[in-house]
Each structure stands twice: as structure tokens, then as C-alpha cells.
């Protein structure tokens, strides 16, 4: 299995250096996700095996292969072209306007592939489905996408109107186009805006562009140091956090615990449970919990039950007593053996149990 998995990262570390040359110790170790002392094994490794991979000392140095050479490594294996055919969503595609794009791309790549791949490939479109709206909502598919989309292939500034829920429109706002990303079925673009102090890179939401101009007179250059994953990635965990605006305290039993991530924030669980003391000798803990609003910590703290008793603040706790209260007053006559006008714990019409009249 080490070997294999050896060869595997050798084959890669060729294609890497074949698509990318000058790539330094460091980039190839993130890369490979291994150290750097691997890295250089490897590249010994594969100079002994003959392929002709040459250092470069300097700013403009790192690892290249010789000049005219071409790797040969591009086999494929069938679980590598089994999950070629799972690199797109269907819907996201069509939303783009690439659907016609990457229906005759893969086309073309069953074409290339040996019979016995072609038929490994074609079987992941039988076994998995990709979805990306969330349930009981309906995809927004904004009408000026494939148009925003065409101009972030070309790396043109756009301008655009852009409208908020029961707002007028501000004033048109010009941007650079780096990036499109699907959340939960909402599209949202990820555009540079140069201002005084530089640039900054903003998020909007696709579906509240109103109008759109692409500025075909207006390339820009892209920062080769963006990266798109991992700036939606920091960028939603800090949206995620700034809606968190309010605390709460609240006392848990074990079961509340742990179905405390299954109600809520599931980040904010984890950081306040972590956090938390020792449990008391019922086995109870009692932590600080952020929350959105005292609003939404009522629906969802509410929906643990009596697993979960809020101790602060004083408001929020009166009113889960406020429901318990009518809870309690609604299903007085649920008790075993008693039925419609039964008084909790007397007989019917309210005298004492067993009394005669």
C-alpha cells in the first residue's frame, strides 16, 4: 500500500512540474501534502527513474523539467476516471449556460478513454447525483448569471445596479469579477473592487444584480495569489460568526448536550460546549451558547425539550416559562385515566377521587 500510494505522489509530483514549472520545495510539500525533506527524496527519486528534473537556486528558482520533456504519466486509472464524471453539478452547469459545453467535454473524454474505462466513467453518472439547493427551497437562478459569467472567463470589469429585500436599487458599482460560488442554491459573486486604499474583495449575492454591464474596454489582471476556496471558506465562517449577536446561558443534560450541534449553530455548539465546566453530579453542564438573535434561541432551544433549561436572560427564561405554563394548562386533561373536564389529579367535575354524591 505505501508503495503504491509512493508512486501515486511521484506521478503527480511529474504532472505538477510538467503544468506548473519553478514550483519550490514548499509549494510542491502543500501540494502533496507531505514535508519537505519527502519533496526532495521524491525528486531524487525521480531523476534515479530517469525523468529529467532540474533545481533552480534563486528568486525565480525552484523545480522544472528539462526543456522539450513530456511525462508520459497520464494513464488513467478507473477510479480516477470514474470521479472525472463527478466534478460538476448538473444544475450549476445549466445555470452558467455550460451545460452544452460540458455535455460535448465529456464526450470528447469517452472518446479518449479505453473501452474499460469508458464504461468505469459512465457508471458514476448511474450511482451518484449531486444536489445542490437546499430542501423546501426553490434554486434562484438569476437571469443575468450566464452574462456575469462570460465576463469572469474574459477577466472584463463589470458594472452592475444592486438591490437588497425592500430596497431601491444604489448606485451602479463597478468590479472585477474573480470567482462563482453555489451555496445551498444561491449564487454569489466574488469580485475585487479597487479602491483608495488598494482593493478589497467583496461577496454579493447574484440574485439581487439588477442590471448588468460588461466593460469589454476594461481587462484586468488577476492576483495569481487568490485563491477562491479558501477566501469563501474564511469569508462564510466570518459571516457565519457575525450573525451571532446574542448569548444566552443554558443548562443541559446529557442528551442535550449532545443534540445541542443538531439545533443549532453547529460551530457555536462546539466552541461553547468546549468551553464549558466540569459537569455538575447530575451529569447537567451549563454553558454560554452565541446565538443569533433571543428569538431564534427560543425556537431552537425550545425544540430540545426538557433537556434544556434556560437559566439567562431573565426575559428569554420567563418566556420559556410563559410556555411551559400553557403547555402544562393545554394537556391537563392528557393525564392516564382522566378524560375531557378532569381536573389534574381529582375526578370529574373537580370533587376529591373517590367521593360520592
Do not use: C
Request: charged share 25%; hydrophobic share 40%; aromatic share 6%.
Amino acid at each position: 500500500m505505501l508503495v503504491r500510494m509512493r508512486a501515486a505522489r511521484l506521478i503527480r509530483m511529474a504532472l505538477l512540474l510538467q503544468s506548473t514549472p519553478g514550483l519550490t520545495a514548499a509549494e510542491l510539500a502543500r501540494e502533496l501534502e507531505v514535508s519537505e525533506r519527502t519533496v526532495i527524496r521524491d525528486v531524487q527519486a525521480l531523476q534515479e527513474a530517469g525523468v529529467p528534473v532540474r533545481s533552480e537556486r534563486g528568486r525565480a528558482g525552484g523545480y522544472r523539467l528539462a526543456p522539450g520533456h513530456r511525462t508520459r504519466l497520464t494513464t488513467l486509472h478507473p477510479t480516477e476516471a470514474e470521479t472525472l464524471y463527478l466534478s460538476g453539478l448538473p444544475s450549476a452547469l445549466r445555470d452558467l449556460g455550460l451545460s452544452d459545453a460540458a455535455d460535448t467535454a465529456r464526450l470528447k473524454l469517452s472518446a479518449t478513454l479505453l473501452p474499460s474505462l469508458r464504461a468505469a466513467a459512465e457508471s458514476s453518472a448511474r450511482r451518484f447525483h449531486l444536489d445542490a439547493p437546499a430542501w423546501f427551497r426553490e434554486p434562484s437562478t438569476p437571469e443575468l448569471l450566464p452574462e456575469l459569467a462570460r465576463a469572469l472567463w474574459a477577466d472584463r470589469a463589470v458594472e452592475f445596479a444592486y438591490a437588497r429585500p425592500g430596497r431601491e436599487p444604489g448606485a451602479a458599482r463597478r468590479v472585477e469579477p474573480y470567482g462563482l460560488v453555489l451555496k445551498a442554491g444561491v449564487w454569489y459573486l466574488v469580485s475585487r473592487v479597487p479602491d483608495a486604499a488598494g482593493s478589497t474583495f467583496r461577496t454579493h449575492r447574484a440574485d439581487r444584480i439588477t442590471a448588468l454591464r460588461t466593460l469589454p474596454e476594461e481587462p484586468f489582471d488577476r492576483d495569481p495569489s487568490f485563491d477562491l476556496a479558501s477566501y469563501w471558506q474564511e469569508h462564510s465562517a466570518r459571516f457565519a460568526r457575525s450573525l451571532l449577536r446574542a448569548a444566552v446561558t443554558v443548562r443541559l443534560t446529557p442528551e442535550g448536550a449532545r443534540r445541542l450541534p443538531e439545533v443549532t449553530d453547529r460551530g457555536a455548539a462546539g466552541r461553547a460546549l468546549a468551553a464549558a465546566p466540569p459537569p455538575d453530579p447530575d451529569g447537567r453542564v451549563t454553558l454560554e451558547l452565541a446565538v443569533e438573535s433571543e428569538e431564534i434561541a427560543f425556537v431552537e432551544l425550545g425544540s430540545l425539550g426538557t433537556e434544556a433549561e434556560v437559566l439567562a436572560p431573565p426575559a428569554l427564561r420567563a418566556r420559556f416559562a410563559r410556555r411551559a405554563r400553557g403547555l402544562a394548562a393545554l394537556y391537563a386533561d392528557a393525564e392516564p385515566g382522566a378524560g375531557p373536564g378532569t381536573e389534574p389529579g381529582g375526578a370529574p367535575g373537580g370533587g376529591p377521587a373517590g367521593s360520592q354524591r
